[in-house]
C-alpha cells in the first residue's frame, strides 16, 4: 500500500501524523510511505529523518494526495483538500464529524474510506487513539486557561498558584471524562519523581 502524508494546512497545527519511526515500521512491513517535503518540521523531524526511514518525500500535498492509496493526517480534512480525495482512497485522522455537517457531505460525495482516529475502539470499549489527546487536552485546559487570565490576554490577573500572602485561584472543573479528570492537578508523585522537589 502507499501510504500518504501530507503537511498539516489547518491554522496552528504543526503536528504531524506520522514520525519518521513509524514511516520506518510500514516501510519495513513492505509499504511505500510518501510524506510531503516539510509535512515534519513542525514536530522537529525533517525531511532527512524520513529518508533515512525509507520514505520517499514528495514535492507537494498534490502529489502525496494523487499518488497515496491511504492518506495520514492528524485533523480533519478542511474545504481546499476535499477535492483532493478520490473514490476509494483510505483517509485516516481525526474527523469529528458531528461537528461538521459539511465535512461529512464531503466525504460521502467522495466515495472514500473514512477512518476516525476517535472511533478506534479496542474489544474492551478503550479508545487507544482519542484517549491520549484526551489527557494532552485536559492537561493543556488549565495552560491555557491561566494564560487567558493574565491581563496580557483580556483577564483579570489572577495567577492561578498563589503568591505568599495571595491565596491561589479556585477553579472548577465541569465533566468527569478523560479531559476533566486530566485537567485536575498532577499527583505529587508525578510533578515531584522520587520526592525531590
Same mark, same amino acid.
Given at each position: 500500500?502507499?501510504?500518504?502524508?501530507?503537511?498539516?494546512?489547518?491554522?496552528?497545527?504543526?503536528?504531524? /501524523?506520522?514520525?519518521?519511526?513509524?514511516?520506518?515500521?510500514? /516501510?519495513?512491513?513492505?509499504?511505500?510511505?510518501? %510524506?510531503?517535503?516539510? +509535512?515534519? *518540521?513542525?514536530?522537529?523531524?525533517?525531511?532527512? $529523518?524520513?529518508?533515512?526511514?525509507?520514505?520517499?518525500? $514528495? @514535492?507537494?500535498?498534490?502529489?502525496?494526495? +494523487?499518488?497515496?492509496?491511504?492518506?495520514?493526517? &492528524?485533523?480533519?480534512?478542511?474545504?481546499?483538500?476535499?477535492?483532493?480525495? !478520490?473514490?476509494?482512497?483510505? %483517509?485516516?485522522?481525526?474527523?469529528?464529524?458531528?461537528?461538521?455537517?459539511? *465535512?461529512?457531505? $464531503?466525504?460521502?460525495?467522495?466515495?472514500?474510506?473514512?477512518?476516525?482516529?476517535?472511533?478506534?475502539?479496542? @474489544?474492551?470499549?478503550? *479508545? @487507544?487513539?482519542?484517549?491520549?489527546?484526551?489527557?494532552?487536552?485536559?492537561?493543556? $485546559?488549565?495552560?491555557?486557561?491561566?494564560?487567558?487570565?493574565?491581563? &496580557?490576554?483580556?483577564?483579570?490577573?489572577?495567577?492561578?498558584?498563589? &503568591? @505568599?500572602?495571595?491565596?491561589? +485561584?479556585?477553579?472548577?472543573? *465541569?465533566?468527569?471524562?478523560? %479531559?476533566?479528570?486530566?485537567? !485536575?492537578?498532577?499527583?505529587?508523585?508525578? !510533578?515531584?519523581? !522520587?520526592?525531590?522537589?
Amino acid at each position: 500500500m502507499i501510504v500518504g502524508v501530507p503537511k498539516e494546512i489547518k491554522t496552528a497545527e504543526n503536528r504531524v /501524523a506520522l514520525v519518521p519511526a513509524g514511516a520506518e515500521s510500514l /516501510a519495513s512491513d513492505g509499504h511505500s510511505v510518501l %510524506v510531503e517535503q516539510g +509535512a515534519g *518540521l513542525g514536530s522537529g523531524f525533517g525531511d532527512d $529523518a524520513y529518508r533515512a526511514a525509507g520514505a520517499e518525500i $514528495a @514535492p507537494s500535498a498534490d502529489a502525496v494526495w +494523487a499518488k497515496a492509496e491511504m492518506i495520514m493526517k &492528524v485533523k480533519e480534512p478542511i474545504e481546499p483538500e476535499w477535492s483532493r480525495i !478520490r473514490k476509494g482512497q483510505v %483517509v485516516f485522522t481525526y474527523f469529528h464529524f458531528a461537528a461538521s455537517e459539511a *465535512l461529512t457531505k $464531503a466525504i460521502i460525495k467522495s466515495g472514500s474510506i473514512a477512518i476516525a482516529y476517535e472511533t478506534v475502539e479496542l @474489544p474492551t470499549k478503550e *479508545l @487507544p487513539l482519542l484517549t491520549p489527546m484526551s489527557e494532552v487536552a485536559g492537561r493543556m $485546559a488549565v495552560q491555557e486557561g491561566a494564560k487567558y487570565l493574565e491581563k &496580557v490576554f483580556g483577564g483579570s490577573g489572577i495567577l492561578l498558584g498563589g &503568591v @505568599p500572602g495571595v491565596l491561589p +485561584a479556585e477553579v472548577v472543573i *465541569l465533566g468527569g471524562g478523560v %479531559v476533566g479528570y486530566f485537567a !485536575r492537578p498532577a499527583p505529587l508523585s508525578l !510533578r515531584c519523581p !522520587r520526592r525531590k522537589c
